[in-house]
């Protein structure tokens, strides 16, 4: 379960626009590599997740309903760990974070005004602990916190009933906790 609170401005006036939470399931995988040298783990990680998040909120002063889908979430982070035990390592991240959204803009009666289809770039941190339980493979649990924000273009609908602004700015940042099981592979 993820959520992505979501802060809307117009870029031209810069008058706020309102704000609203998208909320749904994420679900995906990773892939890295790991190198421990004594009770230290330092590694990379790159990780995509679908997601089916939505949401929306009413601006009253511009009779609009602005919409959102976020699509999925790609990262790409290093890592630092500290072995507790033989088997039990606790970590945190930082790196680079994706978000693809989909928005649109709707008159109260949901006449479509206006949509944007984007890919955003902002950053990545968190922690977590993982646990081998078993040779090859271990579970774990990890908070990751993302933050992303940029001027968006929006395309307005042809003979719509309100335009829309050409340009707004949303800056958003997601909260997720990750639950998975991974499958270890060793290279000596």
């Avoid at 706020?16 to 998208?22: D, Q, R, V």
């Avoid at 500290?82 to 693809?100: D, I, S």
């Avoid at 950053?123 to 339980?133: P, R």
């Amino acid at each position: 379960m993820a959520g992505a609170p979501k802060d809307f401005s117009d870029v031209a006036s810069g008058a706020s626009l309102g704000s609203h939470t998208a909320e749904g399931g994420v679900a995906g995988g990773q892939v890295g590599c790991d190198y421990q040298t004594g009770p230290w783990v330092f590694g990379i990680r790159g990780m995509f997740d679908w997601a089916d998040m939505t949401g929306s909120h009413t601006d009253l002063a511009s009779a609009t309903i602005y919409n959102t889908r976020v699509k999925s979430f790609e990262t790409a982070v290093g890592r630092v760990g500290y072995t507790l035990m033989p088997n039990t390592l606790v970590y945190a991240l930082g790196g680079f974070a994706w978000v693809q959204d989909r928005h649109t803009l709707t008159t109260l009666d949901g006449v479509e005004t206006g949509f944007a289809n984007v890919t955003r770039h902002g950053y990545a941190v968190g922690g977590g602990l993982e646990h081998m339980f078993a040779p090859g493979w271990s579970a774990f649990i990890e908070y990751d916190y993302l933050h992303c924000g940029c001027v968006i273009p929006f395309t307005p609908v042809p003979n719509a009933p309100i335009t829309p602004p050409s340009e707004i700015n949303i800056e958003q940042s997601v909260s997720m906790v990750l639950v998975g099981v991974n499958y270890h592979f060793s290279i000596r």
